[in-house]
């Protein structure tokens, strides 16, 4: 089993619709929650971070994390084609910031 | 954020030579820094942890001997590609930890083509 799974993709969706990324992970003393985006030929950029359950927002994007269900997943409002990129689920067990990235979800925001 | 720059951004060299790639934290102090390795449509893999003044710690599969990691001070991390071949051509990352707040900010990577 892979360690951090992802759907790759791709997922396309039009201007102004709701972009919802999906990550698993298989570690159940992971602690940390990451989500990037990078950019073709660029590299990744945090996004957003979560540590505990429930939702997070910050302006157009939420982060979910249960725990329980090992599952932690990024929403994307109002869509908008400078979205369009791959976007990397990242997990940390310790306070050493070693990450473990997941494939990562190639996302398209048709105009 | 913090900023990280690695230097140079694209490189290309000849096989059998070596390449030294550099990452430095502009903004804060990093005791810890990482070095990823990303090939084509894959996602991005952890070569070693590189400590302040000590050895860095390799990954399972990374010859420690290939790829030489030296991070002398708190602001700077060098990565040499030692004796490239073709097969090491990739995109380097590397990475470095802002203890406060607590997150890993990636420098803007490293092409290098082996030819």
């Known amino acids: 089993q892979k360690e951090v799974e992802q759907n790759s993709g791709p997922l396309s969706v039009p201007e102004g619709a709701i972009a919802s990324l999906n990550c698993t992970y298989s570690d159940r003393g992971s602690q940390s929650f990451f989500w990037y985006r990078q950019y073709s030929g660029k590299s990744p950029e945090l996004i957003m971070s979560?540590?505990?359950?429930g939702d997070k927002e910050d302006g157009r994007f939420t982060a979910q994390l249960n725990k329980a269900s090992q599952y932690v997943s990024l929403l994307i409002r109002d869509s908008q084609p400078s979205d369009s990129a791959t976007y990397l689920c990242?997990?940390?067990?310790?306070?050493?910031?070693?990450?473990?990235f997941g494939k990562g979800t190639l996302l398209t925001v048709n105009p | 954020g913090a900023v990280v720059s690695q230097h140079p951004s694209r490189v290309i060299c000849k096989s059998g030579t070596s390449v030294k790639i550099e990452c430095r934290s502009l903004d804060f102090q990093a005791t810890t820094m990482f070095w990823y390795r990303q090939f084509p449509k894959q996602s991005l893999m952890l070569m070693a942890t590189s400590n302040e003044g000590s050895k860095a710690t390799y990954e399972q599969g990374v010859e420690k001997d290939k790829f030489l990691i030296n991070h002398a001070s708190l602001t700077l991390s060098t990565l040499t590609v030692t004796s490239a071949h073709p097969e090491d051509s990739s995109f380097y990352i590397c990475?470095?930890?802002?203890?406060?707040?607590?997150?890993?900010?990636f420098g803007q990577g490293t092409r290098l083509t082996v030819v």
């Open positions: 990242a997990v940390n067990r310790g306070s050493n910031y070693k990450l473990t």
């Open positions: 990475s470095a930890r802002d203890p406060l707040p607590v997150e890993a900010f």
């Open positions: 979560i540590y505990s359950n």
